[in-house]
Nanobody, 121 residues
Framework: QVQLVESGGGLVQPGGSLRLSCAAS????????MGWYRQHPGLERELVAA???????NYADSVKGRFTISRDNARNTVYLQMNSLQPDDTAAYVC???????????????WGQGTQVTVSS
């Protein structure tokens, strides 16, 4: 079984910062990619940022220059540093990971429970 545990969400004023973390544990052979989605009320989930095993990162246009994604491969953990937060960033942020649990198998998507980020004055 694979589990993703998220932390770091909370309430912050506009212009503030938060750092999200997500640690994967369980029957992990390899992790191909990890990242973050977010879901605004009434909208579909959207990709915020992702990073592959070789370090390639991509971001949603709305967060480029403000958010930074990073990985600690030794700890199977992904981080999202969020700076210059805006009210539009308010959402439930959900961690995902593409994980292979056995040798020579394709990676499957695993999801965390989500952590709430609220940006308000």
């Amino acid at each position: 079984q694979v589990q993703l545990v998220e932390s770091g969400g909370g309430l912050v004023q506009p212009g503030g910062s938060l750092r999200l973390s997500c640690a994967a544990s369980g029957s992990i052979f390899s992790i191909k990619a990890m990242g973050w989605y977010r879901q605004h009320p009434g909208l579909e989930r959207e990709l915020v940022a992702a990073i592959t095993s070789n370090g390639f990162a991509n971001y949603a246009d709305s967060v480029k220059g403000r958010f930074t994604i990073s990985r600690d491969n030794a700890r199977n953990t992904v981080y999202l540093q969020m700076n210059s937060l805006q009210p539009d960033d308010t959402a439930a942020y959900v961690c995902y990971a593409g994980i292979s649990t056995r040798w020579n198998t394709a990676a499957y998507d695993y999801w965390g429970q989500g952590t709430q980020v609220t940006v308000s004055s």
